[in-house]
């Protein structure tokens, strides 16, 4: 009889109510609740008998696998690499004594698992000197659930974690590393990559216990041209360099997967590591001011284009663009660029020139409907064909949102303008049969794989006499 036989034995023999049946029932919805690839037959039997009050033991290989970690294991070792590591934090008991607590995140050839660093071990000599793709040995550990009852490392007093230098069969980072379009729903513990595509910005926000709390936001463009929104809880612009060109490439460490209100999202936490291609110096840009506009804190919005017919979202947090009129040309230095995403603060300056006729005037950086690409950003000059209609729209969260949709033309095509929220407002002000000039739009795959253009906080629509 084999191991795991002996220990289902075990398990009928203390509880007699129970059927061979039973155990497979319960051992499938283990793994179903845990996730494929995360659990072993013997790690859910293992759980399920906790479940019933029952201890089963079983003899220990010195080292195992990720996949054959169960709760109650204790000396384990094996041999992992690092997918990220957090910093250290300290949390309080409920006699509010203190403790310190690091997470990591390591994986094998198998699967991954999440690790936890207590009190001493949280900062163990070297820790902070570990980088992903690093292959370490973790020695005598014990296993405990977490809360959704995935096996969780736990290093503690008799624990320990060394560097390894041998051979070994653990990919490196860049064999698990997929690519944006190439991610599944439900899926965790990835490395993912693509390209920025347009703004990168920090999200404020209160918690559940009502404490402040901050987010990175971006989207991801991968090989594919698949677009995916991205959102890093407890992150903020800080890890990123001062300037980043647009289309660099991204690459996230410790990330999941889940479905969004805009669909299938990237969620990733204050352990995601973060390697993007940039530079910590910025650089000035030279362009043409299209439209300028003050947002809801006050802040100007100006819709800017270089020479390159390449857009630029400014956001002057300094009043810098007060010198600056819609059409002149300007010299900027940005705190930071992102994309086509540009900050001016109290360290930025900017500048007027001359004249550059280089550089597009709004006339010349407007494109044709018949021209519009997906994912791309336009200015657009059309009639609109039919009047504007609001209707509010309900999230997944329950949340109601405005949304108004219009229709225009030019003499080459048709297309649905669409503006959400405060864009909303922007789009009832049209009326039937007026000539109007939309700048500073983003082009989006609509249904039945239409193409729609979808108004941001930098466009502004006006219109012709």
């Known amino acids: 009889m084999s191991e795991f036989e002996e220990l289902v034995q075990k398990l009928l023999d203390q509880k ?3 059927t061979r049946q039973d155990v497979d029932d319960q051992i499938k919805k283990k793994k179903d609740k845990i996730g494929a690839g995360y659990l072993t037959d013997q790690g859910a039997l293992f759980l399920i008998a906790s479940d019933y009050g029952v201890s089963l033991s079983a003899p220990l290989k010195v080292e195992m696998g990720l996949k054959d970690l169960y709760a109650g294991a204790k000396e384990i070792s094996l041999e992992t690499r690092v997918l990220s590591v957090s910093p250290t934090k300290q949390y309080s008991r ?3 004594s203190p403790f310190l607590l690091r997470t990591m995140t390591v994986y094998d050839a198998d699967s991954t698992a999440s690790v936890k660093l207590w009190d001493e071990k949280a900062n163990l000599p070297g820790i902070e000197n570990l980088k992903p793709g690093d292959l370490i040995k973790i020695i005598k550990a014990y296993v405990k659930s977490d809360l959704n009852g995935s096996p969780t490392i736990n290093i503690g007093s008799g624990s320990n974690i060394e560097p390894a230098s041998n051979e070994s069969d653990i990919p490196t980072i860049e064999k698990i590393a997929k690519d944006v379009s190439e991610i599944q729903e439900g899926q965790k513990d990835l490395v993912v990559t693509g390209v920025i595509d347009g703004m990168v910005n920090t999200m404020n926000f209160t918690n559940s216990r009502g404490e402040p709390g901050k987010a990175l936001r971006m989207r991801l463009k991968g090989k594919d041209g698949t677009s995916m929104r991205v959102v890093l809880w407890g992150k903020d612009e800080a890890e990123l360099p001062n300037m980043i060109a647009q289309g660099a490439n991204v690459k996230l460490l410790g990330v999941k997967a889940r479905s969004g209100n805009q669909g299938l999202e990237i969620h990733g936490s204050e352990s995601t590591l973060i390697s993007v291609d940039g530079a910590k110096e910025v650089e000035p840009i030279i362009a043409r001011v299209l439209s300028m506009s ?3 804190s006050g802040n100007k919005l100006v819709l800017a284009v270089d020479a390159k017919k390449n857009f630029y979202n400014i956001t002057d947090y300094s009043d810098s663009t007060s010198i600056c009129n819609e059409g002149d ?3 900027c230095m940005p705190s930071k660029g992102y994309g086509n995403s540009i900050t001016l603060d109290s360290n930025s300056f900017v500048r007027k020139l001359e004249n ?4 597009p005037s709004l006339s010349q950086s407007r494109t044709r409907i018949n021209d519009v690409k997906v994912d791309g950003n336009y200015c657009i000059e059309a009639i609109v064909l039919k009047a504007p209609e609001r209707r509010e729209v309900q999230t997944k969260t329950g949340e109601s949102i405005s949304l108004s949709e219009l229709f225009v033309e030019d003499d080459t095509g048709q297309i649905w ?5 405060n864009q909303a407002r922007i789009i009832d002000k049209c009326e039937l049969g007026e000539i109007i000039s939309i700048s500073g739009v983003n082009a ?3 249904l039945e794989g239409r193409i729609e253009l979808f108004l ?3 466009s502004k629509i006006t219109k012709k006499n």
């Not at 550059?356 to 550089?359: A, E, G």
């Not at 303008?417 to 929220?421: C, D, L």
């Open 356 to 359: 550059d006729v280089s550089i």
């Open 329 to 331: 040309v300007i010299e």
């Open 16 to 18: 007699p109510e129970l």
């Open 94 to 96: 409920k006699d509010g």
């Open 456 to 458: 941001t906080p930098f």
């Open 417 to 421: 303008v669409k503006g959400w929220r």
């Open 444 to 446: 989006k795959a609509g």
């Open 294 to 296: 003050t947002n809801e």
